[in-house]
């Protein structure tokens, strides 16, 4: 199994670009998130999602919106893309039991100049 | 919301001796607590975590334990080693969300460990 994945590993973007961040897991699981973490920092959660078809706001969701078709991928939309998200992307999973693990992908690295 | 400090932010020592990093939080509805280990560039990766009906897990050279109380929680590493060198974080989660809330993390703490 692949686990979580991300792609892409590194971005450069122009502020005001938009982009779209993909995750996907293979392990069926029924909880994904989104977080970021910048330099010296702590990660933060953006969004989360529960299942297909239902997500929710986390602490920074401001500029970000995400989407879940699928149980299997959680991907994240910058609209318009400014220097305050230049941060390191990671999504995790985990499954649908309480109090289990959340496993991360390998993050996107993410710059806006 | 939840609010997770941890200390201290770097924290050196010799090979062979202990290592303890300690974490605070404020919600006493948390119920889960993990720790991750990132290196440099890598992602975090669970090292070990605890639940609120228990006050202390080991798992070979690494423990952690909760004191609910004062809404504390420490990890040990013992015999440290230079693979052990890493951003360690803390993280806690309440149980409102039955399990689905996203992880709260404290800031981090650089382990360095001296030959």
């Known amino acids: 199994n692949a686990g979580v994945t991300q792609t892409p590993k590194f971005r450069i973007l122009k502020i005001g670009q938009s982009m779209t961040l993909q995750c996907a897991q293979d392990?069926?699981?029924?909880?994904m998130y989104w977080y970021r973490q910048d330099p010296g920092m702590g990660l933060k959660l953006i969004y989360y999602?529960?299942?297909?078809?239902?997500?929710d706001k986390g602490e920074v969701p401001n500029g970000y919106n995400v989407s879940r078709s699928t149980t299997e991928d959680f991907p994240l939309r910058l609209e318009l893309a400014a220097p305050s998200q230049t941060s390191v992307y990671f999504c995790?999973?985990?499954?649908?039991?309480?109090?289990?693990?959340?496993?991360f992908g390998d993050g996107t690295r993410l710059s806006i100049l | 919301g939840e609010n997770v400090e941890q200390h201290p932010s770097t924290l050196s020592v010799q090979e062979g001796d202990s290592a303890v990093i300690k974490c605070t939080y404020s919600d006493s509805a948390s119920n889960y607590f993990p720790w991750y280990k990132q290196e440099l560039g890598k992602r975090p990766q669970l090292i070990i975590d605890i639940r609120s009906n228990v006050g202390e897990k080991k798992d070979q050279r690494i423990a952690v334990t909760l004191n609910k109380t004062a809404k504390h929680f420490s990890l040990h590493i013992t015999e440290t080693q230079p693979e052990d060198s890493a951003v360690y974080f803390c993280?806690?989660?309440?149980?409102?969300?039955?399990?689905?809330?996203?992880?709260?993390f404290g800031k981090g703490t650089h382990l360095i460990i001296q030959p």
């Open positions: 999602s529960v299942g297909a078809g239902i997500t």
């Open positions: 392990m069926n699981h029924n909880y």
């Open positions: 993280a806690a989660r309440p149980s409102r969300g039955g399990g689905a809330d996203g992880l709260t």
């Open positions: 995790a999973s985990s499954d649908g039991r309480v109090n289990q693990p959340q496993h």
